[in-house]
């Protein structure tokens, strides 16, 4: 079995300049969200994909049109691994400060956030499964984002896939794992 994991191709939200409340931050972050793509471009190594599953955002899912031609099963179980702010005090911090409390947070399971490591690492593990057990010997495409693709990556290897280890997913770039049956 082939997984190839995509992520979606670079938003074109603009990025807020300066320092922002929590608040603020919160709002940028559903804009993003809400977001379209710029289009890019994607080598699939000529590479045949019987099945393909998205993320429902809408940057996945623009991305996952431009890249795949056939039926596309779209999820909430391949978004990104939902991120706030972790205080809602007045602090104003840049966006990029707001987005490391937030992982950080999320790593170490604070109530500030929206999903636990734990649940995403579930909902990694639901996701392989599905794929082993509804297309086992298949090579499926999945679309998706950044940190949430780093955790199923990682959750690939865990149980036996070979693969290019993902340090910084590329927005379009295909990564592939696999496992001999």
Known sequence: ??????????????????????????????????????????????????????????????????????????????????????????????????LALGRIAWYMGHSSQPESRGSTLLRTQAVIERLERDFGSSNVLLVTHGAFMKVLAQQLALRGYNGKRIFYPRNGELYIYEKDS
């Open 1 to 98: 079995m082939k997984i190839g994991l995509v992520r979606h191709f670079k938003v074109g939200h603009q990025p807020v300049s300066g320092r922002m409340s929590g608040e603020q931050f919160n709002a940028w972050a559903e804009e993003y969200n809400q977001s379209n793509i710029e289009s890019g471009e994607f080598s699939s190594s000529e590479q045949v994909w019987e099945a393909c599953f998205s993320s429902d955002l809408p940057r996945a899912i623009h991305t996952a049109t431009q890249i795949y031609t056939g039926d596309i099963i779209y999820t909430q179980q391949l978004r990104e691994i939902e991120i706030v702010a972790t205080s809602q005090t007045g602090m104003k911090l840049h966006r990029s400060i707001w």
